[in-house]
């Protein structure tokens, strides 16, 4: 009887393993593009990839995701004078991970180390897609003197995701249900109604990653300091999708231009979900340009 208990705690303790190695099995991304660079940070190392001469934008990815989602925008970034450092989050890829407690702002100095290392002269544009949104907010409040202009797409705050949603994103984050299972719940939670599904979106989802990022998003709510919901003094181009269902636009992208009228400009992007940039980047791509090569932006009253 003994021996029958122990074998069958050996097998469900192996089983709760083999399970929890499928559920938290990254799925990894295409190549970024750009010259792989490495910075120190808090948490070890910190991947970046720098493209083009020009200005420096700093890219910063969704929601347990490679910055390579922003691979269509970087050519045309660079065409137009700016060079690109596109900042790998930790546990993404080459960035080393941290399980302790973390917070946006340990993110944001993440990204202030890279721009540290890059050695910039002059204040940085930044684009924030999602959660990298929130970062980029929690950057520009930190560190005002680093930043100059936001472009934030698909620009949740301090509101929770829809319960629907929110379901839907953890089957597209971990490995334990079909395939089939999670490319619908991709498609429903980042993906307009009628938009394709991108092969790129099917890959690129980091568990572990997403559970540090969803303790440091819980944590924001319960934090004293808010100040990273305003962004600093940093201009804002706020882009939102039209059929976003984890950010509608009266908790996220409009909610944001409300709170900050004198700094930003709101943009709603048609036919777009969440994903926003695989849906829509011609158009993403013309106001980004539009607006940060204005010297002088005329924003809201």
Avoid: C
């Amino acid at each position: 009887m003994i021996k029958k208990t122990l074998y069958s705690t050996l097998t469900l303790i192996l089983l709760l393993v083999l399970l929890g190695s499928l559920m938290l099995t990254d799925r990894p991304a295409r190549a970024a593009l750009g010259e792989r660079q490495l910075a120190q940070g808090a948490a070890g190392d910190i991947e970046y990839f720098v493209s083009g001469e020009g200005r420096p934008v700093v890219l910063i990815a969704s929601f347990a995701r490679s910055v390579s989602d922003f691979n269509e925008l970087v050519p045309q970034l660079n065409r137009a004078g700016f060079q690109t450092i596109g900042v790998q989050l930790r546990g993404v890829d080459g960035s080393d991970l941290t399980l302790g407690g973390t917070s946006f702002h340990d993110y944001a100095a993440d990204v202030a180390a890279v721009i540290a290392a890059e050695q910039l002269q002059q204040p940085v544009d930044v684009i924030g897609h999602a959660f990298g949104n929130r970062v980029a907010r929690t950057l520009a409040s930190d560190n005002p003197e680093l930043v100059n202009k936001l472009v934030l797409m698909a620009a949740g705050g301090d509101q929770p995701t829809p319960k629907q949603t929110s379901k839907s994103i953890s089957l597209a984050l971990f490995g334990f249900w079909s395939e089939s299972a999670r490319q619908t719940a991709i498609s429903d939670a980042f993906f307009a109604e009628g938009n394709k599904l991108v092969d790129h979106w099917k890959h690129g989802w980091y568990p572990l990653a997403g559970m540090i990022q969803g303790g440091a998003t819980a944590a924001s709510q319960t934090d004293s300091n808010r100040d990273w919901l305003t962004a600093g003094r940093a201009q804002l181009l706020i882009l939102q999708a039209s059929e976003d269902k984890a950010a509608p636009a009266e908790q996220a992208g409009k909610a944001l231009a409300q709170l900050i009228p004198q700094r930003s400009h709101y943009v709603e992007i048609a036919k777009s979900g969440h994903a926003m940039l695989p849906e829509q980047l011609a158009l993403i791509a013309s106001h980004t340009l539009k607006f940060l090569s204005k010297t002088e932006v005329t924003l809201h009253e």
